[in-house]
Every structure is written in C-alpha cells, then in structure tokens.
C-alpha cells in the first residue's frame, strides 16, 4: 500500500510541481541601454499557443485528379507564439511579492507605464544591428526565441490622475521553441540520397531550391549543371528539374 502512495505522490508531484512558483520570464536587448534585461512576468499567463505551418505545393497535371501524395513540399515556416500578460499596479495581492527587476516599473511615479514604453520599443529598430530586438519568452522547460510581429496594449483601469494602472498585453513573436531548433541542430538535413524531380514556381530560383534540398545554397550550379541551364534567370518553369544526389 505504502508503495501505491509513493507512486501516486510521484504522479501528483509530476502533475503539478513542486517548490517555489516558477516565474515566466521575457528577456531582451534594451534599445536604450543597449544591454540584456530579464524581465519577469508579474503573474504567469493562464495559457500560451503555439502554432505552426507548412507550404505545399500541388504538382496535379491537367486532367489528373487530385491526390495528396502529389503534394509536394517547400518546407516549414517559422513558429508563432501568442501569449497574453498581465501588467496591475493597483490591486493588492495578499502574499504577493514582487519581483526582482519588477519593482522599478511598479512603484515608479509614471506607475505601469514606463515598462508598456519599454516594451513597445521592442518593435523598433536597434540603431546599432538595424533590427529589431531579439526577444526570448521563457516558462518551465519552454524558451521560445525570435523577434515580436505584434503588440497590443489595452489599458484597463486609470487612477484619478488619469494614469493606467492595469493593463493587458497582446504578444506574438515569430521564432522558435530553442528545443525544436536543438533537435533540428543535432540532425541537420542531408544531401538527398537519391535524384529527385522538382517544380520551381515562376518566383523561386535555384539557389532557393538547392538551399531547401541541400541546405546550402550555392549548390545551385549542381543542379544548373545537372539539367542543362547555361543562364540561371532563364529557367523552364514548365518542366521538372533534376535535383542530384551530392
């Protein structure tokens, strides 16, 4: 019986954790500082997506019905994570304690509105790389990297001055969760082994399709050599191109 107990403490111990809460956390590069700040999330998110896609495309010749195996791939697109968050510098929370790092924005005179400022500078370009900030969303064993596609802040409740003291903040960043791409690091897409007949669509060029079979783009001459194509901007959209084994 004592064994059933271990077993079934094991299980709930597994379900829902143990020790301190752990913090979501958001970690970027301050365009104004110009150095890494990590940020924890005043209360984790009640719920995060994922979402993923892959392109396709239907090599059915005229008059041929349908199937899905000519469906032919043109790879995986990037990741999108949307998550929404919770900024409140009004509400008591009995046993609440701040957080390192968080303390700044929720007792400053300008109340939640300095780090919504901050944040939204996240969309802006970094002056130095001209890019935007690389951003990193981090909870439990999840640590999604990449950059914000979109920011939406609603403002929620206003003190008698007039400034927000509650707000909700809409994020999606385009990325990856850092384990998907340590998987995809320890088994890098190989040189094809066998020869393969591909469709290039009337925007794509060669070294597109020999960056998606080869992982390299400059294979592009192989496969130039391999079908004849003295000019590579003069291609036969009509016809299949060879794609060789390297």
Not at 80 to 93: H, I, R, S
Not at 143 to 151: A, L
């Amino acid at each position: 019986m004592a064994e059933i107990l271990t077993e079934q403490g094991k299980r709930k111990q597994l379900i829902f954790g143990d020790g301190e809460l752990k913090k979501a956390t958001l970690t970027y590069m301050s365009t104004q500082k110009g150095s890494k700040v990590v940020l924890p999330v005043q209360f984790n998110p009640t719920e995060y997506s994922i979402s993923r896609k892959a392109a396709y495309t239907d090599t059915t010749g005229k008059l041929q019905e349908p199937h899905p195996r000519n469906l032919q791939s043109r790879g995986s697109r990037l990741a999108n994570l949307k998550v929404k968050l919770l900024l409140d510098t009004a509400t008591e929370y009995p046993g609440y304690v701040v957080k390192s790092g968080l303390q700044k924005y929720i007792n400053d005179d300008k109340e939640l509105t300095g780090i919504c400022e901050e944040l939204s500078m996240l969309m802006k370009m970094y002056p130095k790389t001209h890019t935007q900030s690389w951003v990193v969303f981090s909870w439990g064993n999840m640590e999604f990297e990449g950059f914000i596609t979109s920011m939406s802040i609603s403002y929620k409740m206003f003190n008698r001055n007039g400034h927000p003291v509650r707000a909700e903040l809409d994020l999606e960043i385009m990325g990856e969760d850092k384990n998907v791409l340590q998987t995809l690091g320890a088994k890098p897409r190989e040189s094809p082994d066998r020869t393969k007949y591909r469709m290039l669509h009337q925007k794509d060029e060669l070294w597109m399709l020999a960056d998606e079979e080869y992982q390299d783009a400059s294979c592009w001459k192989e496969i130039a050599k391999e079908n004849g194509i003295l000019n590579p901007r003069k291609v036969d959209y009509t016809k299949q191109l060879k794609v060789p084994s390297l």
